[in-house]
């Protein structure tokens, strides 16, 4: 959610690994409007806990970077 007066404009979204994508918003997001970061995570080959974080930059006031962190619990695949 913008809680800032001006639109938000994501600049970059850049996943920590090569084993995730993420989709930044395209268009600024309005003040009191939401806009929605999306990733897919590759499960194949890392079974158990994995935490993967997107580095996001904005045009905010003071910092400008940002790090959205998530974690995934991978289960072995059973026959």
């Known amino acids: 959610r913008n809680t800032g007066a001006s639109p938000l404009v994501i600049t970059q979204v850049r996943p920590s690994c090569g084993c995730t994508i ?10 009191g409007a939401e ?5 897919t995570f590759n499960s194949q080959g890392h079974v158990g806990i994995n935490r993967k974080t ?4 904005a045009n ?15 289960n072995k695949k059973t026959s």
């Open 35 to 39: 806009g929605h970061i999306s990733a």
């Open 60 to 74: 905010t006031r003071g910092s400008q970077n940002y790090s959205l962190r998530f974690t995934v619990v991978v």
């Open 22 to 31: 993420a989709e930044q918003p395209t268009e600024p997001i309005a003040p």
């Open 54 to 57: 997107l580095f996001v930059t």
